[in-house]
């Protein structure tokens, strides 16, 4: 049972670059999210889903964008990444109801 | 909007010394309460969560917790800390009828224990 899976693990980007950190979960989990873990600032939620096709905005989303085709994928996308992104992002899953976040290894981000 | 203060940004003890980090939380409503430990180089793992009912909950690894409504904490304790429970330690609050993926987490603390 692999979990909550996040590629890749560490990412260096270029100003103005864009890419997509991938999140997929195999526990059949409604409930997904991104946050950013920032030194002295713990986790802030960026975005959420509580199923396929359903996405919403968590407490610093400007600069990200999320879909949900499916129940088990939801990517993160920063389509042009800037200094202030360089962070470490975690992807979670949740069952649906009072239960706790499964969290993925998290991915190192640097903007240069 | 809910709120998470952990008291102890970093706490240095030594082997067999006894711990408690400090967490308190803003939150209008019924919460459900966590600790997370992300130990070095590896992703957030619960530790232990209350929900309900015994407001002492055991976590893994000798961990206990104690929430006390009426302060508004769900501080994190442990009688003997050991060199492998050097970690980052989060709490984190969601209200009850919140989903665990909606969580507003404390800013962590970090834990250094000293062989």
């Known amino acids: 049972n692999a979990g909550v899976t996040q590629t890749p693990k560490f990412q260096v980007l270029k100003t103005g670059q864009s890419m997509t950190l991938q999140c997929a979960q195999d526990?059949?989990?409604?409930?997904m999210s991104w946050y950013r873990q920032d030194p002295g600032m713990g986790l802030r939620l960026i975005h959420y889903s509580v199923g396929a096709g359903i996405t919403d905005q968590g407490e610093v989303p400007n600069g990200y964008n999320v879909s949900r085709s499916t129940t088990e994928d939801f990517p993160l996308r920063l389509l042009s990444a800037a200094p202030s992104q360089t962070s470490v992002y975690f992807c979670?899953?949740?069952?649906?109801?009072?239960?706790?976040?499964?969290f993925g290894q998290g991915t190192r981000l640097t903007v240069v | 909007a809910q709120s998470v203060s952990q008291h102890n940004h970093h706490v240095i003890l030594s082997e067999a010394a006894s711990l408690e980090l400090g967490c308190n939380y803003s939150?209008?409503?019924?919460?459900?309460l966590f600790w997370y430990v992300q130990y070095p180089g590896q992703h957030l793992q619960l530790l232990l969560k209350?929900?309900?009912?015994?407001?002492l909950v055991k976590g893994i690894k000798g961990f206990e917790a104690e929430f006390i409504k009426s302060k508004f904490s769900f501080n994190l304790r442990k009688p003997s800390v050991q060199w492998s429970d050097t970690a980052e330690y989060f709490c984190?609050?969601?209200?009850?009828?919140?989903?665990?993926?909606?969580?507003?987490f404390g800013d962590g603390t970090t834990l250094t224990v000293k062989p």
């Open positions: 939150y209008g409503g019924t919460v459900n």
């Open positions: 209350y929900f309900s009912g015994d407001p």
């Open positions: 979670a899953s949740s069952r649906q109801g009072v239960t706790e976040a499964f």
């Open positions: 984190a609050v969601n209200g009850y009828n919140t989903n665990a993926g909606k969580s507003t």
């Open positions: 526990m059949n989990h409604e409930y």
